[in-house]
């Protein structure tokens, strides 16, 4: 087995990713094959708090926008979140991995209340933490949230898997000449408006020295992979 460079992550996974081809609500094979690879990485002793977003049932600025107050909107992203959370909770353990849910608001019925010592009693234990309900706060997203959290349980990296491959200069799929970047610095990303998370999300990183890895998930694999230090999609780091 390879050797593992980063020894605690937070790994972040959009709530699309688990909606698969139907993009939306849940695809238990994406979800299980998502699972094998945490469940691999956990057995090479990585500690992982996973965060994942809600966009799979709920965008709150897309799906509420000009309908609904933005508070309210955000409040059912952060459902959303809790709901995906005790999703994979549940396929984590049918792989044979302990996982606790921790929400950023408090509903005891579902899952625990987050405290970073808790969290990090956790993942001592060799459990997989998942932050759910993003900050708890209207008006920042799951990017944010995971950013935020990697930096209290002191994170050696923030993998951030989505549904492009890495950061390019454009879209790539509207400018077939978009470039991707293999390294880039957080002042990099700020200054040319690259869209790897949002602003809030970034800036948190670089004032915390946090090392962020962007990747694609379609193929689970690259968790581990980037786990051990392989050179996949985008690394934003200080110079």
Request: overall charge negative.
């Amino acid at each position: 087995m390879a050797e593992i460079k980063y020894k605690r992550i937070l790994l972040k996974v959009s709530g699309e990713a688990l909606a698969g081809e139907a993009h939306r609500g849940l695809d238990f094979s994406v979800i299980n094959s998502v699972c094998q690879v945490i469940a691999k990485c956990v057995r090479q002793g990585v500690q992982i708090g996973l965060v994942i977003g809600g966009g799979n049932f709920w965008r709150g600025v897309k799906d509420g926008a000009d309908k609904m107050q933005r508070s309210h909107g955000d409040a059912m992203g952060m459902l959303a979140t809790v709901m995906n959370s005790i999703a994979v909770a549940d396929a984590l353990e049918k792989h044979g991995v302990d996982a606790r849910v921790l929400s950023a608001v408090e509903m005891n019925k579902f899952c625990e209340y987050f405290t970073r010592d808790t969290a990090d009693r956790y993942l001592n234990e060799g459990k997989v933490v998942i932050f759910a309900a993003g900050t708890g706060n209207p008006y920042f997203s799951t990017d944010t949230g995971a950013v935020l959290r990697g930096v209290e349980i002191e994170a050696d990296a923030i993998l951030m898997a989505k549904n492009v491959d890495g950061i390019y200069s454009a879209d790539p799929n509207v400018d077939p000449t978009a470039v991707k970047f293999d390294s880039l610095t957080y002042d990099d990303v700020l200054a040319r408006h690259l869209k790897a998370t949002d602003t809030t999300a970034m800036t948190l990183a670089m004032d915390n020295h946090m090392t962020l890895v962007c990747f694609a998930l379609a193929d689970p694999e690259n968790i581990y992979r980037v786990a051990c230090g392989e050179q996949i999609g985008t690394i934003v780091k200080e110079d």
